[in-house]
């Protein structure tokens, strides 16, 4: 494994031969050894040192080696802790690894094992680095994922009230469309035009019968544009676009009579205003025929 640059290893431990010697070797193997030993043992020095391997010696003056663990770790948690020891003692192992050691090496031990105690230290160090940096990649893609969400959701909310409000408008501007040209129409079937009928019919104006003929028919022209059912509605009472819709929809006069609790002669008598209203002089041309295709089917 290539050790990182910078990586340092702190050696704990009373004899200062032994610091000594273990720094010579972390310092070959491209470690910056950092040395705690004689009274520096009784201070709170792992509060100042910062190293990615611990390597602390068991018996200690004064402390025991184990005491040191939960201290290193609680300020340095990403850090690795070996305990070294000149003697075989499995309860003090299974207390270390318990603690949060990482490895438990006893004296004397060749110099490769402490080599490779050290780089499955790093490894293992760096794995837990790179699995947290994938965690908070993670958390952070999450936070920017669900930042991202809420933004459309936002967005999806105001397109929505737009639509719905161009909706509104359209639907009043189509009133308000409908709305104009039954007023139109009205007043050019009601009042505009029988004016120009009479005209047509004084002999003074005779001499203008064509113009008189013209404006006529541009006014028709006019109303021409409003909707069938408009036009329909504009020349028939109430009473009689009700007996419409309902000849409309197929049923006989005496259903009608039925429907509408009148007699059938008041609907015959209905019928025959719509069809003079409506200018079907043909008895032959049949009335549902006609009042179905001057009309859109309703929904």
Known sequence: METPSNSSICIVDDDEAICSMLGEFVAVWGF???????????????????????????????????????????????????????????????????????????????REILQHAIHRAMES?????????????????????????????????????????????????DFEREQLEKRIAGKIETVILPIVDRLMKEPELAKYSMELDVLARLLEDLTSGASAETKLALKLSPTELRVASLIKSGMSTDDIAEHLFISASTVRKHRKNIRKKLKLNNSNYNLKNYLMSKTPPTS
Request: no cysteine; net charge negative.
């Open 32 to 110: 910056r050894p950092e040395v705690v030993t004689g009274q520096r043992l009784r201070t709170e020095w792992y509060t100042e040192v910062d190293s990615d391997i611990y390597l602390i010696d068991l018996h200690l003056p004064g402390i025991h080696g184990l005491d040191f663990i939960p201290k290193v770790l609680t300020h340095h948690p990403d850090s690795r802790i070996i305990i070294i020891t000149g003697y075989a003692d499995k309860e003090a192992a299974i207390k270390a690894l318990r603690l949060g050691a990482f490895d438990f090496l006893e004296k004397p031990f060749e």
């Open 125 to 173: 160090a760096q794995k837990e680095r790179d699995l947290k940096k994938l965690v908070a990649d993670l958390r952070q893609s999450e936070a920017e994922l669900m930042a991202h969400k809420e933004r459309l959701e936002y967005v999806n909310e105001r397109l929505l009230e737009t639509n719905k409000a161009f909706t509104a408008l359209a639907r009043s501007m």
